[in-house]
């Protein structure tokens, strides 16, 4: 006989439980209110083979009230994934287990997102909604036809990316966009009445989503709404009406049960209340034979999925999109077009020019903006709008709402078939540094064309100039931050960001630049991170390093110490991740092992001078901006900060007059 429903979800509890409870740490709570929803879920109605994880048509499972790990562990153990194992269950929230203490996407198959941060898996499911619907749009039902499914929480719905998430996915009519509401009144502190008196089906209809209600406490009423939800157009949102800590008889329905273990004897009584056995990490046989066999259900229609793909005419051209790796062929014939006809470009519109070639050789870029098109330079010519009516656009107008923008691109880029871009001022990826932060931590390859990327914007002035962006994304581990000083250099980064792995961010000038690398390198020399663009005439006494804009302004001020009879490299630098990541006889190279009395190292960048000791030493010089910026023109505001060659010329013969410097 088949178990029943609540006997599958009482083994999603029991786990919960037991593996909390042996960590002496995690959230029990959660998973045990959603149990018998997501036993619904996972047997009745999500697509998914758990012999095949990355089967690419798989439907997409986010579970993004990411606290509750140990549901989503407990359902990829109980359907028959590899891992995680029993023993992986039991080392929950261990030093180098995959159970890690939230969901991480790097850990194992079947974790789609990181998940934690609230909100953001919400967010980041819009983006897989959009990834979906643009891909089925290319390539038929035939080959891309599924939905993304969510698991979120009271937080979730509270954050406010949440609420850019609900705009946009209302606006695209992401219908297989379906999301179940863990609907249970309680938070950390308390009754969510605390904090939330807000009708959140309202505000879910009025963003043009369908909305419905059920017990999520029963199974197949779940089901009944799921199956509501999958028939209308609109994305849903599900209200499941649940308890938290369900089972646990003293503390179930109170925010005891959040985050803390529920303790032997409280574990004990839970047990007898929910008909198990009195023992550790048991499931039951017949339980999980139930469970394995949902998780093979899928099987079949991976099957003939696979024999789709096998005589499709696009199988070749699919399988290329979704491994992810792109040709840099448009590069050099660009490039070289380039050199024939060098002219004073500002690095956004530099950035657009390469982006030209690269939309047109790399069909699988989704360009886009946070509202910012014309100032962002990311729509190439031909490049349609993505909409509910036409997703095979390949430009988002993902309107004023950055954060919302960045977790849909980590949520495309994590789906796979599409290289995501979108577009900002820089000094906004604040707005968005959650989701920047989650690129980098799940490796997921968004590139943030980021302009307007200095007091170089002008008299938009401090509210705009970005001081501390910079650094504090060079902050960040596994981002590239990438600020190109040419139109050549702006290329170049491009290429490196296509090809990478990891995310990254363009931080592009508003101003124009002039050429400064007007001859072919024969390699990209951007990827060295940084390079000696000038070499000193006379005898090296300085050498000067500097990113973007103030390339240009180094070599200004590396003229007039030359003519000073002061030998001066200039080295344009950008990005410090690729140098730091050179061999130690390269950067010797570039930055000699001597103290700054022998040769003088000086940084220039228009932001904050804050960690460029890392390149100058403690004895260096290092000019920059430590300051909010000023309402001025650009060339007003340069001035005022004292970056011109002449005021940096005279600063670096100031100084090693001051220090003695010969
Ligand atoms: C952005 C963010 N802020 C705060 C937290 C800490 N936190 C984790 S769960 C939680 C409360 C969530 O309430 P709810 O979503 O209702 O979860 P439940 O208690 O019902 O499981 C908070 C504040 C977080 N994980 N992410
Ligand atoms: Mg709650």
Partial sequence: MQPTDRRL???????????????????PGMPMGMADAATALFTRHLKFDAADPHWPDRDRFILSAGHGSMLLYSLLYLTGYERPTMDDIKRFRQLGSVTAGHPENFEMPGIEVTTGPLGQGFAMAVGMA???RHLNAIYGDELVDH????????????EGVNHEAVGLAGHLQLGRLIVLWDDNNITIDGPSLLSRNEDVLDRFQAGKWHTVECDGLNAEAVSRAIDEAVADPRPSLIRCKTVIGFGAPHKQGTAATHGSPLGHDEIEAARQELGLED???????????????AGRKG??????????????????????????????????????????????????????????????????????????????????????????????????????????????????????????????????????????????????????????????????????????????????????????????????????????????????????????????????????????????????????????????????????????????DVVSMPCTERFDAQPQDYRENI??????????????????????????????????????????????????????PDKIAARITDFMEQRGIQ
């Fill in 279 to 293: 023992r550790d990490f048991f499931v039951p046989e017949d339980v999980l034979a139930a469970w394995r066999e």
């Fill in 299 to 568: 099987g079949p229609a991976n099957a003939e999925w696979k024999q789709r793909l096998a005589s499709s005419s696009n199988k070749g051209d699919f399988l290329a999109r979704m491994s992810g790796k792109v040709s840099d062929a448009w590069l050099e014939p660009y490039l070289n077009k380039l050199l024939t006809e060098p002219k004073p470009v500002a690095t956004r519109k530099a950035s657009e020019m390469a982006l030209e070639a690269i939309n047109a050789a790399i069909p699988w870029t989704v360009g886009g903006s946070a509202d910012l098109t014309g100032s962002n330079n990311t729509r190439t010519k031909g490049l349609e709008p993505l909409t509910g009516d036409n997703y095979s656009g390949r430009y988002v107008h993902y309107g004023i709402r950055e954060f919302g923008m960045a977790a849909a691109m980590n949520g495309m880029a994590l789906h796979g078939g599409v290289i995501p871009y979108g577009g900002s001022f820089l000094v906004f990826t604040d707005y968005a540094r959650p989701a920047i932060r989650l690129s980098a931590l799940q490796k997921a390859r968004v590139i943030y064309v980021m302009t307007h990327d200095s007091i170089g914007l002008g008299e938009d002035g401090p509210t705009h100039q970005p001081i501390e962006q910079l650094q504090s994304l060079r902050a960040m581990p596994q981002i590239e931050v990438y600020r190109p000083a040419d139109a050549v250099e702006t290329a170049e980064c491009w290429a490196l960001a296509l090809a990478s792995d990891l995310p990254s961010v363009l931080s592009l000038t508003r101003q124009n630049l002039p050429p400064l690398r007007t001859k072919a390198a024969g390699g990209n020399l951007c990827e060295l991170g940084a390079y000696r663009l000038k070499s000193a005439e006379k005898n090296r006494k300085v050498i000067i390093l500097a990113t973007g804009s103030e390339v240009e302004i180094a070599l200004g001020a590396a003229a007039q110490l030359e003519r000073q009879g002061i030998g001066a």
């Fill in 591 to 644: 930055l000699p092992d001597v103290s700054n009395r022998e040769i003088l190292r000086v940084s220039i960048e228009a932001g904050t001078t804050f960690g460029w000791e890392r390149y100058t030493g403690l004895h260096g010089l290092r000019i920059g901006i430590d300051r909010f910026g000023v309402s001025a023109p650009a060339k007003d505001a340069y001035n005022f900060f004292g970056l011109t």
């Fill in 130 to 132: 959009i990834a979906e």
């Fill in 9 to 27: 979800a009482n083994a999603i509890r029991a786990l919960a439980m037991d593996a909390v409870e042996s960590a002496n740490s995690g959230h």
């Fill in 147 to 158: 939905r993304t499914y969510v698991i979120a929480g009271d937080g979730d719905l509270m």
